[in-house]
């Protein structure tokens, strides 16, 4: 059996001013074929997965590039394009192969490609014909397009948010996809459109238990995989939105009648499940009242996560102006603030002027006299197994206040982003973090208490207030019921 692999990957958020370009990629991840590292990254572990199965089975297996970006704003043309070339031309070296696997992310727009993942899987097909297995792993913060159903065999996203079971559905993948090579199974997807938008933490109810039910469903005879893409509201694509992804062994009915039911059912959870949100003055506020730390108080859209700078400041003028010490901030992008601290030395004591630069929504900037605590010419934090990379960091000290400048965009996703360079989290009174639920796995298990702030920028975050140009039908909270006003020409169940 001949498998090729490969992953391209990155989240658009098109209405961020951070555009992607090849040096992009480059600085977050770049692994040419067969130097993937051993460890995962979030959107190539069907590689991992795939070269874990080659070693115990009679399988060749051919690796091709492996890139990602950080989520950020439109991806340059001929970055996209170079990248997919690259792929398609060591796929057509491999040829003829049984398999394909990629690892994708399915929110990637660029300058002329609305949808680049069903662009990469329609020239992979004609590639490959008819007869081979296409398979690709996906990230739930993704488009499901009629394209990308019509062209792949198997499609599974991430079940948690927290994605942290991303190597466990690669693995699912690969053996869905070696099975059917075998005609062991013959897999039929469906799709129905939920015709809403939302954010669906899993960590808390009611999706905690709405993907419980999945996991059960999954139990049933002729039930391969469920899959809840939750959708990305700051990308304007035409099929932006939540839907339900269902695949069966050779049962299209009840691969429909599963989809639509489990997608209605989603939909009445409509606006339940994000957790409690505080404005930026209540939650330092909260902070400042609290008897015991660490508090995390999560900056959930000024998340790099979501596309965005991540170097906001409202927090942080919130904190000064309460005086409050004991605060650690982690972390706010800033490579030139950065620069300027590796220029002076650990131990200086500079005039500093960082943060709020990227856009007039983010804040102004910070300054202060600081002190350089310590630097990080390569600093790293954890998650779920991978390795993400910081960049070169500083950690600055002011007014009883600690701020880790890093070089490269990242969310917050562990404590072990503090511990990189030096500040023992625990110790802390209030850890301030850019992630919207990401971080929670980690940071609940040293965390007093938990609270989640909506600053109200820089992220797209109403899609009422959202200046969609290209989305082609009605969604909620768009419109209250869509379902009512759904064009019967383009059905929900696809």
Excluded at 105 to 113: C, D, F, L, N, S
Excluded at 114 to 139: F, Q
Aim: glycine share 8%.
């Amino acid at each position: 059996m001949r498998i090729f692999t490969a992953s391209l990957a990155t989240e658009t958020n098109t209405f961020s001013p951070m555009f992607t370009d090849l040096t992009s990629f480059k600085s977050s991840f770049y692994a040419a074929p067969g130097e993937h590292p051993d460890t995962p990254t979030l959107c190539s572990a069907p590689l991992i997965a795939c070269r874990e199965l080659a070693r115990e089975q009679d399988i060749t297996l051919i690796e091709g590039s492996c890139s990602w970006a950080e989520p950020g704003g439109l991806v340059n043309r001929a970055t996209y394009e170079f990248l997919r070339d690259e792929i398609l031309q060591q796929l057509k070296a491999a040829l003829p192969v049984d398999a394909v696997v990629l690892g994708l992310h399915g929110a990637m727009v660029a300058q002329g490609y609305d949808d680049c993942e069903g662009d990469l899987l329609s020239r992979v097909r004609a590639l490959t014909g008819p007869d081979a297995v296409i398979a690709a792993e996906l990230d739930p913060h993704s488009h499901l397009t009629k394209q990308r159903v019509a062209m792949a065999d198997l499609l599974i996203a991430f079940k948690e948010f927290p994605h942290l079971d991303f190597m466990d559905r690669a693995r699912e993948l690969v053996q869905l996809t070696l099975a059917t090579v075998r005609h062991q199974i013959t897999p039929c997807m469906a799709s129905f459109d939920c015709r809403m938008i939302d954010v669906l933490p899993t960590s808390n109810e009611p999706m905690k238990s709405f993907l419980g039910r999945i996991r059960q469903l999954e139990q049933q005879p002729g039930v391969l995989s469920i899959s809840v893409i939750h959708g990305f509201m700051a990308g304007d694509v035409p099929e932006m939105g939540t839907q339900l992804l269902v695949i069966t062994d050779n049962q299209p009915k009840l691969s429909q009648q599963l989809a639509a039911q489990l997608g209605m059912e989603l939909f009445a959870l409509r606006g339940q499940s994000m957790p409690d949100m505080l404005s930026v003055e209540q939650g330092v506020a909260e902070l400042r009242a609290s008897a015991h730390g660490p508090v995390v108080l999560a900056d959930v859209w000024d998340n790099p996560g979501g596309g965005v700078a991540g170097d906001g400041t409202l927090i942080l003028h919130e904190v000064i102006r309460q005086q409050l010490t004991g605060v650690a901030f982690g972390t706010i992008w800033d490579p030139m603030a950065v620069q300027l601290c590796f220029a002076a030395g650990e131990g200086a004591v500079i005039p500093l002027r960082f943060g709020g630069k990227s856009c007039a929504t983010a804040g102004e900037p910070v300054d202060k006299i600081i002190e350089i605590k310590a630097l990080r010419a390569s600093a790293w934090q954890e998650f779920a197994g991978s390795k993400v990379p910081m960049g070169a960091c500083a950690w600055i000290q002011f007014d009883g206040i600690d701020v880790i400048l890093n070089s490269n965009r990242c969310q917050s996703f562990d404590p072990s982003l503090f511990r990189a360079v030096g500040i023992v989290p625990e110790q802390c009174h209030g850890l301030v973090v850019k992630s919207t639920n990401h971080f929670y796995q980690g940071f609940a298990a040293i965390a007093a208490r938990v609270l989640y702030l909506d600053a109200k920028a820089p992220y797209p975050s109403d899609p009422k207030q959202n200046n969609y140009q290209k989305l082609t039908r009605a969604i909620w909270p768009i419109v209250e019921q869509p379902h009512l006003t759904a064009d019967e020409s383009k059905p929900d169940c696809a």
